[in-house]
């Protein structure tokens, strides 16, 4: 929810759909301007930060494979919630 929240995957990839470590970067610059710029303190971000995109483990295919995961997540909820709709 963190991430469809600051839409830190809109934009992300280049046209290529390559991720590479530039790409990781920029992803890390993002939530860091997120941080910097947000009022108060927001545990979700912290959160995804420390134990996601700051974790010494998160390479460019450890986040290609997140991208994907996220993907299938956001599209299994944006099926649960037409079926919702069709539903009422």
């Known amino acids: 929810m963190t991430i ?7 934009n992300l990839l280049d046209s290529n759909g390559i ?5 990781l970067d920029k992803l890390k610059l993002n939530v ?19 134990d996601v995109i700051y974790n010494n483990n998160m390479k460019a295919f450890a986040l290609s494979q997140l991208v994907q995961l996220y993907k299938r997540w956001e599209t299994n909820e944006n099926l649960i919630l037409s079926d919702e709709l069709i539903d009422e």
Do not use: A, H, M, P
Request: overall charge negative; hydrophobic content about 35%; proline content about 0%.
């Open 32 to 50: 860091r301007g997120i941080l910097e710029t947000q009022s108060g303190f927001n545990r979700s971000i912290l959160d995804l930060c420390l």
């Open 4 to 10: 469809k929240k600051y839409s830190l995957f809109d």
């Open 19 to 23: 991720i590479d470590e530039s790409v």
